[in-house]
């Protein structure tokens, strides 16, 4: 599933409730399945968008779906074997082999670097890192404590 995205932006809008879907299933540890309309309610997130985000995430093997009355989904395995690149890849696709330009101009590279290559290049690194080390269970954790820290002021 493609979405609109901005050119550079971390990630579609798609990603984004794919990711916010998959850290309420791992803060809810439920072994019963979760509905997908109680996720969309909670997150406020369109039921039908999500619904088919959730399609995508169970043909990628990263949730599981149970029909019927007492039917949802869950994650198809650990949270912690679960990594952000892995949801992200999932929805918008892999990130392209030919790097594209910041601002939209044409392909970029070290040999015809557009005006924000050398800015841009770090930070694009930085954040397929981050992608690449941030574990499901982890985020959904810091979730969880930053929840707690806004219910305290």
Known sequence: MRSNKINF????????YAIQAMVYLAEAKSEKPVMTAKIAK???IPYQFLAKIVQTLVKHRLVKATRGRTGGINLYRNAKEIYLYQIVDAVDG???EEDQCAIGLDLCSDDTPCPLHHTWKPIKESIRKMLAEENLEELAHRVV?????MAGK
């Open 9 to 16: 932006m971390l990630y579609s809008k798609s990603a984004e």
């Open 42 to 44: 909670d997150y406020n």
């Open 94 to 96: 892999p990130p392209p």
């Open 145 to 149: 404590e930053k929840r707690r820290l």
